[in-house]
């Protein structure tokens, strides 16, 4: 496996995640590397990747860079058996840019609206209406947000910051977003995520299985054959 990333703390930090899921799974990293997050060729960087051989392509990306990242695999004719992005394949705009070439692209979400939990139906309705699109998983987080915000004050009966902080952290139950627990510095510990990859223009969950909406596509076939 290669990793690439942006020189960024969430860059680096998934970067480093990738490479302890990759020791503990026993994928063997042939090659990581940085890159500036105002960079706009990744030429170089991807040629090095051609030269280590990897199977599979990690990147800890925004946007931007794994739209350009995608379009300048092609142009290089560098296919791998999977690329997985973590931001970018999971947005609509990924999509919309690369068209037929976002196909088998993968990523990780946080909430997909086929997952059924308190609310989905109604707030992707409601997003679908007003936005003319599915919602992201960064939306109906901000969304739960709110939502336990709201709770918390009504259960503290009070603002007070330190009340509801109290609440916030024994409180155990299920949101919009998913399931909600935090560990005592208040890290989530009940919410798992999910993989997913462009299938035919749409996101699909891959992993878990038990919920998954379609079979992982791999190996991605080659640019030619497409």
Request: net charge neutral; proline share 6%.
């Given at each position: 496996?290669?990793?690439?990333?942006q020189?960024?703390?969430?860059?680096?930090?998934?970067?480093?995640?990738?490479?302890?899921?990759?020791?503990?799974?026993?994928?063997?990293?042939?090659?990581?590397?940085?890159?500036?997050?105002?960079?706009?060729?990744?030429?170089?960087?991807?040629?090095?990747?051609?030269?280590?051989?990897?199977?599979?392509?990690?990147?800890?990306?925004?946007?931007?860079?794994?739209?350009?990242?995608?379009?300048?695999?092609?142009?290089?004719?560098?296919s791998?058996?999977?690329?997985?992005?973590?931001?970018?394949?999971?947005?609509?705009?990924?999509?919309r840019?690369?068209?037929?070439?976002?196909?088998?692209?993968?990523?990780?979400s946080?909430?997909?609206?086929?997952?059924?939990?308190?609310?989905?139906?109604?707030f992707?309705?409601?997003?679908?209406?007003?936005?003319?699109?599915?919602?992201?998983?960064?939306?109906?987080?901000?969304?739960?947000?709110?939502?336990?915000?709201?709770?918390?004050?009504?259960?503290?009966?009070?603002?007070?910051?330190?009340?509801?902080?109290?609440?916030?952290?024994?409180?155990?139950?299920?949101?919009?977003?998913?399931?909600?627990?935090?560990?005592?510095?208040?890290?989530?510990?009940?919410?798992?995520?999910?993989?997913?990859?462009?299938?035919?223009?749409?996101?699909?969950?891959?992993?878990?299985?038990?919920?998954s909406t379609?079979?992982?596509?791999?190996?991605?076939?080659?640019?030619?054959?497409?």
């Open positions: 496996m290669a990793i690439v990333n020189d960024t703390a969430f860059g680096k930090d998934s970067a480093e995640f990738g490479k302890k899921v990759a020791a503990r799974v026993g994928i063997r990293v042939v090659m990581q590397e940085e890159y500036p997050k105002d960079a706009a060729d990744f030429t170089p960087l991807l040629i090095k990747v051609k030269q280590a051989a990897p199977d599979l392509l990690l990147g800890g990306t925004y946007l931007p860079e794994s739209i350009q990242i995608a379009r300048q695999l092609k142009e290089l004719g560098i791998l058996k999977m690329v997985a992005l973590t931001i970018g394949p999971d947005q609509p705009d990924f999509i840019a690369l068209g037929k070439d976002a196909e088998n692209f993968m990523s990780m946080e909430w997909e609206p086929g997952i059924k939990t308190p609310g989905s139906d109604r992707t309705k409601q997003y679908r209406d007003a936005h003319g699109e599915d919602p992201v998983y960064q939306a109906a987080g901000a969304y739960a947000t709110g939502e336990m915000l709201e709770e918390a004050v009504r259960r503290a009966g009070s603002a007070d910051r330190a009340a509801i902080r109290a609440f916030l952290a024994k409180y155990e139950g299920t949101t919009l977003f998913g399931p909600y627990a935090v560990d005592e510095r208040g890290f989530q510990r009940a919410k798992g995520a999910y993989v997913i990859q462009i299938q035919n223009g749409r996101k699909q969950i891959v992993w878990p299985k038990e919920f379609a079979a992982p596509v791999y190996p991605m076939p080659a640019w030619g054959t497409r």
